[in-house]
């Protein structure tokens, strides 16, 4: 399934209604604790296009703008255990600012 393919998709009713469904059900973010925005993105947590429409709930979690934005940037599906990597120097650099700023 090709991008355009992927917009068209969620499009339909059948998506909407979906994305809908998960927003009432879990109504915070996970990262974040937050709220989620009306704007929410219906993350797919199986990056493999050919699965794209196969709406199982367990594989999909509603995020925020920003956490979305934090998982791509830390998971890469050419490389999936790369997020561990990233994920260490992020923790680094928040310890150090934490004892900076307390």
Known sequence: MN????????QTKRWLEFRKQL???QK????????LSKAANCHH???DHEQ????????FVMLN?????CVHFL?????PKAWRKRLKGLVKILKRMELLNS
Request: proline residues 2%.
């Open 3 to 10: 991008a355009q393919e992927r917009k068209r998709f969620r």
């Open 23 to 25: 927003m009432e059900k």
């Open 28 to 35: 915070t973010d996970p990262i974040t604790g937050n709220k």
């Open 45 to 47: 947590e199986n990056l």
């Open 52 to 59: 794209y429409t196969d709406l199982t709930e367990e594989n």
């Open 65 to 69: 703008k920003e956490s979305h934005d």
């Open 75 to 79: 998971f890469l599906k050419s490389d």
